[in-house]
């Protein structure tokens, strides 16, 4: 490889190069989109692919979403493995038709004949200083909608990861790219990828004894931090990844849950309907008696995301998730 | 760059990017829709074509009346009869090659069956054991699209990755008038265009949707004028000429086929029978539009210049008119069979894998019939 | 009125009565939607208005629903307050970007200066035997979009009363009407028809002692049979009928949590990132020391709606309910 | 009806119901963009029509500038400049009458200030301390539009919803070429022209969508000519002409206003900066394109016009140079006072009423807020 950049280091970067990856590995794979083409993506994640593998395989749409998804399936259809970009969370909406009555759907509609292997890339949520309908966190509607899988990345070795995995899935996967971590930085090393993920596990991102904190994508590293925070606390928090919304790990969460007796959901999208009323019920669930207090959940406010200036306000950070953490209903314990 | 900077590097010439991209004049609709049969045109038409295109009009004719007869008992949920639309439906489907991709509408399984898809599987949709009853790629039919237009971005996207891979194959798309009013089929045209893709698009203008006339749901001279405004020819044609409608989606096949890119065609038809058997056309439109329509019934027009021609007789006809019996007692004894149904169908389709999540739920599922079964259940 | 049936006793009777009355009571209430005039309606809900007040105030539209809603949001925007009809569940999906990205938002993003009294009538379920695409139970969308309120009625009267309120609120207002109870009956008096309800009020339509069973729309009926179904195996439950899902009325559903200690959510949409996880979140946040088990769900399967024949397995029933609340940890009782 | 009921019932004569609705000839737009400045026709402008535009397009210019320079500082998130393309802007602007509603794309500020919204409010949503920052029925200005294309049928049903009001009342729609391929673009022109409704769409060409160029967007002649897939008059007007895009809009304005229904004009232009201030258009063009537009600047074309015709001098220059200056000045100023925020903002307009858990969550925040100002917090 030639063009693509050949030390990344950023999340973007690890996207770029499993995007190049794929495309190198699997003639089949296309990359479509606004402006993934000559520019590179506006947030540079294709950035040298039409270049490299040529327009036909790295292809600037017209500018319809519903368009750009629709032509995806057929192009699926006819065998290919299509990877669609929506340049921001919001700008996927006018494609819910096509996802929900069709991408879901076609491989049941069709008793298993027509599968889909149809990528979507979603750049979500917020804390970048965007304006209005550029920090949505859209996770819901995809979890609430049978025959998806919902992915998203939390470092840069997942995010190649799990976008490989993607890829090669034979069903459609909804990759949801946190926008705010596309410029963290690790110390993956390019040259030796980390091997494909598979679609399904979570991880424990740091081990420990009082609570857990159930997390993904954009919240991962917040919930870190809180967690470093908390020791000052005398709490010892373990993080749990979930990585994949759909399917969802049930017995890593569990597992935790089972361990600690404490859980706290934090995530980003609202609470009301959000992921983590799903993901505190089924906690509930399984793990009824090792738990000391009910799953709290600390997410954004049901509101419409808010203008730049106010998203601090918004956004779940230490203090939120800490403060939650405090309502675990410690007095229990002695 | 200030306004002074600008000052004295004006020349008064066109805008330096302009130019009109294509010549629109050969993109425009004919003012009449394309006719043949009783023209002088029908003399070149192959007589074989023409005996085969009568065959399946009948059998279609037919296929719609048995179709609407198993609603009444009980047998189909629902039936959007293409009655009076036939040479459409049989046309579209002769019109392309055995590689070439289908994509109907919810009311084509008429063309679906004529180009090949086994009658019964192409009426699960409407009997309700299962969605699509047919895999696609055995004859290249995509599934019968419910949700109006959504399946021509599909056709465009197939076509298109054809192309890519150097394969010669032609996408046609069907589609209502009505379903020309949303947005997908404004993609669609725009994506197929653009990406010169060898796709024809089929509108059976059948004057309704639903209940909503043609006037209500467009203003446009005709539906085929919109074909200009994505830069691809608009053709019209009279729908109840099944030699019209043939030639006309032939020569946009070919014309795909030949690289020359998608063609709109709009053919000017009748839904003679209401939307659904569950539909009551009454409330909407009078008789007298109906009976002026069933005056100008596909099939005996081409019988008339058939038999003018003396190239139908009575045994012809009669012999068509057998054919399509033995087809409809086939139809009617096989959808009399109760169809095998299996619940586990349910989950086994979702993902290439059920997930965890999905092997609890059919456990709970299996588990509650095997106690129905057992009569344990409440 | 002249028109329109004087003795409405189903649940469409009573809808197309509250259309009725609300746009003689106030000139700016609009009807419109695909079929909605001359046919009135696939479900002959919006029947005789266009001949009583004319196509201009029952209008059929081109059939695009994005277009439908978006125009709707201009007529709103001129002090209109458009009634919208949603042909199926399914076909409410094109206009999600409409919907989502405007509909729930212009009051907010404008600073309260442009609400939207704008109500979307969505025939929305399963149970009718309808094919793909005309069985969806899509209120996990409408209830992870702040900004919207959500309503479904399950009886005849509260059909009346919760359209009339929807017609009369500021807010944008998803009115999701259970097709399969379009033509149950009721003793409801058209020339006396109930007061307008207000919306966010849940009511208990059964009361017990046992177990809670929380649900909403085309499953109250069958939460209904299975209490009575229920009392043969000792167990006395109560039926919340939920009503409005946004705003939730967490104090009555929670009072009878509270109460009977046990609680099984029931409704047709899928389990997972369904209403069921948020609503059995709430509810162990609330009343988590009152649990004597964990808040079950009832749900449709994680699958897209099946196949008529096959949409028995799915739905919710009498017997997989009375399943949920054998398995409520009775054991814990003795 | 069996095929036999059929026979002899055929007339050949063309479908029953089928005539073209319109005459499609008169909706085709011309073959060149339609000019004013440098032609015959400009002598027949009003000159005081022609001083207010010059003043607007050296106050647009100016204002663009100011707001790219207020990214550079900070003071604005990101600014989407539509430097070259002042004369749609402000022409849209001043082609509607004080009643009429004006309907900006994302990139429309400058219209919408030419229309009456106080400079400082227009950039709220770009400062990011609201989304929308003026009240939009101070000035009947809709809020600007970053989802693309979708606030064209606002603009329909809000002039369908005054004409059936007996308002006088048009109003104009703003789009992007990109925007145009939307499926709420084609919905929107369908609705306005079944409705009439008084209102008029102008597409912006201005030769990219970000990066992508109108060759990749669209292979139609002209964005024109989809007007009469429709049924609406189609008009192309060279959009660096302020005089010939006022007299166009004008005119589909006067139009509307008369009952005639919906015109679509294509506005051919150039989006002389980048995308916005993040965006590096070197990726995707070369200079000689830029330049070459810029020679057609609509400030110079205009100022030539008049300093030829002896209507405008340098006195004349200066002195919309210093109304230019003294609104980037009083803008530049009121920008760098920080704008005062009220997080209780956030629970305020979801609702007409905050629902309970609004208002928890409100209490949430308030005791954090409060906790944080009393030193208490982590
Ligand atoms: C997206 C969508 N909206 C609404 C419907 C409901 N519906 C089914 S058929 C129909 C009318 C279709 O009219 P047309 O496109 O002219 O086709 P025709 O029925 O005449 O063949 C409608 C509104 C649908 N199937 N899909
Ligand atoms: C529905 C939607 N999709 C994508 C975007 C992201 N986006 C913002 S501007 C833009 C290009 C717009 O091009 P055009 O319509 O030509 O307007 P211009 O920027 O040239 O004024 C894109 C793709 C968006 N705002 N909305
Ligand atoms: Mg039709
Ligand atoms: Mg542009």
Known sequence: MTTVAVKPATMAQALTRALHDAMAADPSVHVMGEDVGTLGGVFRVTDGLAKEFGEDRCTDTPLAEAGILGTAVGMAMYGLRPVVEMQFDAFAYPAFEQLISHVSRMRNRTHGAMPLPITIRVPYGGGIGGVEHHSDSSEAYYMATPGLHVVTPATVADAYGLLRAAIASDDPVVFLEPKRLYWSKDSWNPEHPTDVEPIGRAVVRRPGRSATLITYGPSVPVCLEAAEAARAEGWDLEVVDLRSLVPFDDETVAASVRRTGRAVVVHESGSFGGPGGEIAARVTERCFHHLEAPVLRVAGFDIPYPPPMLERHHLPGVDRILDAVARLQWEAEN | ?378
Chains 1, 3 share one sequence.
Not at chain 2, 2 to 12: F, H, I, K, L, N
Not at chain 2, 153 to 170: Q, S
Not at chain 2, 232 to 249: Q, T
Request: glycine share 8%.
């Open chain 2, 1 to 378: 760059m200030t306004v002074m900077e600008q000052r004295g590097a004006y020349r008064p010439s066109p805008p330096p990017a302009w130019q009109p991209r294509t010549d629109p004049a050969p993109l425009l609709p004919d003012a009449e829709p394309y006719r043949v049969l009783g023209t002088e045109g029908a003399a070149k038409c192959d007589p074989a074509l023409l005996r085969r295109l009568y065959a399946e009009l009948v059998r279609g004719r037919r296929y719609n009346a048995q179709a609407t007869a198993l609603t009444k008992q009980g047998r189909l949920a629902v039936y959007p009869s293409s009655t009076g639309q036939e040479a459409c439906e049989v046309a579209a489907a002769l019109a392309l090659q055995e590689q070439d991709w289908l994509f109907p509408s919810y009311r084509d399984t008429l063309a679906a069956v004529a180009r090949g898809v086994d009658p019964v599987q192409a009426l699960t949709l409407l009997r309700g054991d299962w969605h699509t009853g047919y895999d696609p790629y055995a004859h290249r039919v995509a599934p019968l699209c419910t949700p109006l237009a959504t399946q021509l971005p599909h056709a465009v996207g197939l076509a298109h990755a054809a192309r890519l891979k150097g394969d010669d194959v032609v996408a046609l798309a069907m589609v209502g008038d009505g379903g020309t009013s949303e947005g997908d089929f404004h993609e669609a045209l725009n994506f197929a265009a653009v990406w010169q893709a060898p796709v024809v698009f089929l509108v059976q203008n059948n004057g309704f949707a639903i209940s909503v006339p043609l006037a209500k749901q467009t203003a446009a001279p005709s539906l085929a004028h919109k074909a200009v405004g994505y830069g691809m020819p608009g053709r019209l044609v009279d729908g109840n000429d099944a030699a019209a409608v043939h030639e006309v989606l032939t020569d946009a096949v070919r014309h795909a086929r030949e690289g020359g890119g998608p063609t709109l065609v709009e053919a000017i038809t009748y839904r003679v029978d209401a939307h659904t058997n569950a539909d009551d056309a009454t409330r909407y439109r009078g008789d007298a539009e109906v009976d002026a329509w069933r005056a100008h019934d596909p099939i005996a027009l081409l019988e008339h210049e058939l038999t003018e021609r003396g190239l139908l007789d009575e045994d012809g006809m009669r012999h068509a008119r057998d054919a399509a019996e033995t087809m409809a007692a086939d139809l009617r004894e096989r959808m009399n069979q109760d169809p095998v149904l299996d619940p586990a169908d349910l989950f086994a389709h979702v993902y290439a894998e059920p997930t965890p999540q999905l092997r609890e739920q059919q456990a709970l599922l299996e588990a509650e019939l095997a106690a129905e079964q057992g009569g344990e259940h409440r």
